[in-house]
């Protein structure tokens, strides 16, 4: 008697590989506990996605959360004509609450996991957001060094992030919000002189 064929919805294939990673880590996530935790066989899975195509949709759910509430703020913060380079403090401080609250994806996010794995051109547009917003604001001379510095900025945030969702040098959320603030006075304070 031939098998019946199992139908799940795509988008709880990605929702349950997202919460898999967000409670275990990403170096425990597998295939067989993806679909054991939706009650099916690990190839039903495959009928759907590859392995990399459920891990880069983990990832775009990821951001899909961590833009919702930074993509709102820092539009506000635009409207209110506020310094267009203070939103990467409201970045900052998204990010370090979503570390805060989904550390095991945000480690998958930003952290090293990804090393060496190409992704899709959509998601990896997600990782330089912020120039886009700042390209059109600053002159060519000037969001040529902006780039270098607030790539620095932020490369330095996540690795503050970093060391204190994995425990490092008695970081809390409050030192890394004091080192977030040094780490913009030194690196992006300067360009709040430039009127925009």
């Given at each position: 008697?031939?098998r019946k064929k199992v139908?799940?919805?795509?988008?709880?294939?990605?929702?349950?590989?997202?919460?898999?990673?967000?409670r275990e880590?990403f170096?425990?996530?597998?295939?067989?506990?993806?679909?054991?935790k939706?009650?099916?066989?690990h190839m039903t899975?495959?009928?759907?996605f590859?392995r990399?195509?459920i891990?880069?949709?983990a990832?775009d759910?990821?951001?899909?959360?961590?833009?919702?509430d930074?993509?709102s703020?820092i539009?506000a913060?635009?409207?209110?004509?506020?310094?267009a380079?203070?939103?990467?403090?409201i970045?900052?401080?998204?990010?370090?609450?979503?570390a805060?609250?989904h550390?095991?994806?945000?480690?998958?996010m930003?952290?090293?996991?990804?090393?060496g794995?190409q992704?899709?051109a959509?998601?990896?547009?997600?990782?330089?957001g912020?120039?886009?917003?700042m390209?059109?604001?600053?002159?060519e001379?000037?969001?040529?060094?902006?780039?270098k510095?607030?790539s620095?900025?932020l490369?330095l945030i996540n690795s503050?992030i970093?060391?204190?969702?994995?425990?490092g040098?008695?970081k809390?959320?409050e030192?890394?919000?004091?080192?977030i603030a040094?780490s913009?006075?030194?690196?992006?304070?300067c360009?709040?002189d430039i009127?925009l």
């Amino acid at each position: 008697m031939p098998r019946k064929k199992v139908i799940i919805e795509p988008r709880l294939i990605i929702e349950t590989a997202f919460e898999l990673i967000d409670r275990e880590g990403f170096t425990r996530f597998s295939s067989r506990n993806l679909a054991s935790k939706l009650g099916v066989s690990h190839m039903t899975i495959y009928n759907y996605f590859s392995r990399e195509e459920i891990l880069h949709a983990a990832i775009d759910h990821g951001f899909q959360i961590l833009h919702n509430d930074m993509d709102s703020r820092i539009q506000a913060h635009i409207e209110s004509r506020a310094h267009a380079v203070e939103i990467y403090k409201i970045a900052a401080e998204s990010m370090l609450v979503f570390a805060g609250q989904h550390k095991h994806i945000y480690r998958f996010m930003f952290g090293k996991e990804l090393k060496g794995n190409q992704l899709p051109a959509e998601i990896s547009s997600r990782y330089q957001g912020m120039e886009k917003i700042m390209k059109p604001l600053l002159s060519e001379d000037i969001y040529s060094d902006f780039r270098k510095d607030s790539s620095l900025f932020l490369r330095l945030i996540n690795s503050i992030i970093l060391t204190y969702i994995d425990g490092g040098y008695e970081k809390t959320e409050e030192s890394c919000r004091e080192d977030i603030a040094r780490s913009f006075d030194k690196l992006l304070g300067c360009y709040l002189d430039i009127s925009l």
